[in-house]
């Protein structure tokens, strides 16, 4: 028996319904959620380059995207991986001797700085020719100086890129020269960027705007001078709120870009993958000013009015219901004095909504963290901790939380998860698809059953 839609007689209407709920099923389920594409936040400019992320430095916000997921070839930037490594495993006074095989690793056309075998260089030396030169046979040499050889230090690099968050990376070499396992994403890229600045002899050498001197070495009788060549520090793009950047380019990569910029506290960092020459300074430019006009920080500690950060504040707020602080304790609650929110600059606090998780026993005495959301985007975060002496004796048993007392619930408090109430994220289209599918299904059974009743009278 054929039950093909063709043979069921259902009136117009039900027809109509069963149309729009099979829409908005297959609408529902396919929404993409691109970044800064609400109307809450402000229009971003028009990017040319295929790949870049706009982040803010300190907090790791988000401020624009296109494509930073995607794996690319990063060229050059690669260094800053490179100078990370050294930064961090080296002393800048150490002595590096150059190998044969990193003075033979450059290819004609390769940027270089024109190594001899057994030179010798202070690791601050080689570290400034690298990112300011760009050279390639000094990416090596630094890159033997610190894991022995070029393959185990693309093994520290993928260690380390592991440890700062970065899900698409694999690093191969020291340089950035093209090879397809190495790669990386524009997102990834501004992980790294973050970590950078905090080593001043890196940021020192890429917002570098005069010609570095080297002076004779033991294996050369002339000095060297190198310039950066990043645009927006010393060229043509030249950008005041610039402090330093790295510059890429292969033939796969095309011209790649990652820039530091500051101001009036707000620390930004732009990556630009898949551009050209000019097309990277200008796009680069056009987010920093997009970041700088359109956002600013509210500190949270002074705007947070949901939790009154002292003691006797209740848990209920945190969805944990049954315990509470004991008011004769000296214990106090609070968040750190400098976390902060970015939102848009016609934004409030009052704003945001926010999710509440719960930690349970933690022995840092941090309570919770709280995540906060503007039109659905991050926009920051901190921890709300414990202060006040931590008597052992005072603590509740399996909790590791100091001064917890009973109300009398019997819901555990090791039970506690994300926040309840206001703070619950439901995802709305989803739920909506679950409802339209079950009507969808009770409508086909109906509708069945009419028709099999239809066939047993004939």
């Known amino acids: ?83 990370l490594l050294v930064a961090e495993n080296c002393n800048l006074n150490d ?23 057994d030179e010798e260089f202070t690791v601050e030396q080689a570290l400034n020719i690298m990112l300011i030169k760009s050279a390639n046979d000094m990416a090596y040499a630094l890159g033997e100086h610190v894991g022995g050889s070029i393959a185990n230090f693309a093994t520290m690099m993928n260690k380390k890129a592991e440890e700062l968050g970065c899900l698409n990376t694999h690093f191969s070499n020291a340089s950035g020269l093209t090879d397809v396992n190495h790669y990386t994403t524009a997102y990834d890229m501004a992980l790294i960027c973050r970590a950078v600045l905090d080593y001043p002899a890196i940021m020192n050498a890429i917002s570098y705007t005069k010609s570095y001197y080297v002076a004779p070495t033991n294996k050369t009788e002339d000095a060297r001078y190198y310039r950066l060549s ?112 970015l939102i848009p600059v016609d934004a409030d606090f009052s704003d945001l909504s926010k999710e509440i998780v719960y930690r349970g026993a933690d022995p840092s005495n941090v309570l919770a963290d709280i995540y906060y959301y503007y039109d659905g985007q991050t926009v920051g975060s901190t921890s709300l901790v414990f202060g006040g002496t931590t008597d052992d004796a005072n603590r509740l048993s399996g909790t590791g939380l100091p001064y917890i007392s009973d109300t009398g619930s019997d819901s555990p408090l090791s039970n506690a998860g994300i926040s309840t109430g206001h703070f619950v994220y439901i995802n709305i289209w989803l739920f909506i698809s679950a409802v339209c599918i079950l009507l969808l299904i009770i409508i086909a059974i109906i509708v069945t059953k009419k028709k099999n009743r239809h066939s047993l009278r004939f």
């Open 1 to 83: 028996m054929d039950f093909s839609y063709r043979h069921i007689n259902l009136p117009r209407n039900l027809k109509r319904l069963l149309v729009c709920l099979f829409c908005i099923v297959l609408i529902s389920t396919n929404i993409p959620f691109a970044v800064m594409a609400s109307e809450a936040y402000p229009a971003a400019p028009d990017i040319e380059s295929g790949n870049c992320i706009l982040m803010d430095a300190d907090s790791g916000v988000i401020l624009y995207e296109k494509g930073s997921d995607e794996k690319c070839y990063p060229a050059s930037v690669t260094k800053l991986m490179t100078a």
């Open 95 to 117: 002595t590096l001797t150059v190998s044969a095989n990193a003075v033979s690793s450059v290819k004609y056309g390769d940027a270089s700085a024109g190594l001899k075998t």
């Open 230 to 341: 990043h645009s927006m520090v010393t060229g043509k793009y030249l950008y005041e709120y610039c402090i330093g950047g790295k510059t890429g380019y292969t033939d796969a990569a095309g011209h790649t870009l990652a820039t530091f910029a500051e101001k009036d506290g707000l620390r930004l960092i732009c990556v630009v993958f898949n551009s050209t020459d000019e097309q990277r300074y200008i796009d680069t430019t056009a987010l920093f000013e997009y970041g700088f006009n359109n956002f600013h920080r509210l500190n949270i500690s002074q705007n947070e009015d949901t939790f009154s950060f002292n003691q006797g504040l209740g848990l209920a707020d945190f969805g944990i219901t049954g315990k509470a602080l004991n008011v004769n304790s000296d214990v106090t609650l609070s968040v750190s004095e400098s976390d902060y929110v």
